[in-house]
């Protein structure tokens, strides 16, 4: 798992800590100047580089990767995981077109699989061709079982049946998928809200995992997204995928920093075993070296 992390992070370790490393031994005049650059240039955000530059002022320049390290472990750290308990435990799926939802329940499923657990798939895309088709090759190749549903159906309808389905077969895990984009009039966002009510309709827990996949690689739009899904859902976990053969890594520390919501995996790559649990101190030190 770590050499996965390591090898996913290459290019974003090429461009934050590998340029770090390089600028702090060379000493320039100019050298927090330079720092600044890199920090923002790699998706830290302004006022986390400003934070940071703020603590490297007050040290000699031999402690500044450590400083940087722990500045960016804290943050990551500083936020809570809350796990809730639940047979089914209900997870929903959400997030724009294309991000890698369907994928990541495909890995996340396999996961669960592994620990033992008795894992059904809700096909709440109702929308997009080909995806019901996709989460079903995902459901048996990992072993989870899948409740399909037509195209052009409500997804809080097919959502709610899956629920039923879930509690009649003495499920432990139900995963569901959902479009990243709507055929109706509906916004996608009261769509997703929808489908959220109707779970909790059925119990109060439920979502019991809110979980937003979004690209990694798309940097600024991926914090967007995670803050307009956030106000409108109230997330629980982040998923960022595609952090393989992306040189936006820095982008996770700005996400947790700004939207307050752990980051729970990552992605880093389209296989079933290229789903890494998150680890701040792990992650960091892929990210810096
Ligand atoms: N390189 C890479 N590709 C990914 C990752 N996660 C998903 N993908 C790919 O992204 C594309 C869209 O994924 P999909 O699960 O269909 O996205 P959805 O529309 O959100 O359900 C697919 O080609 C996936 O194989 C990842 O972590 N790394
Ligand atoms: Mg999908």
């Known amino acids: 798992m770590i050499k996965k992390l390591f090898q996913g992070l290459a290019r974003a370790r090429q461009r934050l800590g590998d340029r770090l490393r390089r600028i702090i031994t060379r000493r320039d005049p100019q050298l927090l100047e330079e720092i600044e650059e890199v920090l923002y240039e790699g998706d830290l955000g302004v006022e986390l580089t400003e934070n940071i530059l703020e603590e490297l002022r007050k040290i000699p320049p031999e402690k500044y990767m450590d400083r940087i390290k722990e500045i960016l472990i804290s943050i990551l750290e500083g936020v809570e995981v809350k796990e809730k308990e639940g047979k089914p435990r209900v997870w929903m799926f959400v997030g724009v077109n294309g991000v890698g939802k369907t994928t990541t329940i495909g890995k996340i499923g396999k996961m669960l699989r592994k620990e033992g657990k008795r894992v059904l798939f809700a096909a709440c895309d109702t929308y997009r061709t080909g995806a019901q088709e996709q989460l079903k090759i995902w459901a048996e190749r990992v072993g989870a079982d899948i409740v399909l549903s037509q195209y052009g159906a409500d997804p809080g309808a097919v959502a709610f049946d899956a629920y039923e389905a879930a509690l009649h077969r003495g499920m432990d895990e139900l995963l569901i998928d959902t479009a990243g984009r709507l055929h109706t009039k509906h916004p996608l966002m009261e769509e997703m809200k929808k489908i959220k009510r109707v779970l909790s309709k ?61 980051v729970r995996y990552i992605g880093v790559g389209e296989g079933e075993d290229d789903l890494i649990p998150f680890n701040p101190e792990e992650f960091v030190k892929a990210l810096l070296g």
Do not use: C, M, R, Y
């Not at 119990?203 to 979004?214: K, R, S, T, W, Y």
């Not at 409108?232 to 307050?260: F, N, P, Q, R, Y």
């Open 202 to 262: 059925k119990n109060p827990d439920a979502p019991h995992e809110i979980v937003l996949v979004v690209d990694g690689t798309t940097g600024q739009n991926a914090l967007n997204q995670a803050k307009s899904f956030h106000e409108a859902l109230g997330l629980s976990g982040i998923v960022l995928t595609k952090l393989d053969g992306t040189a936006k890594g820095g982008i996770v520390v700005h996400v947790v920093k700004e939207i307050g919501v752990p």
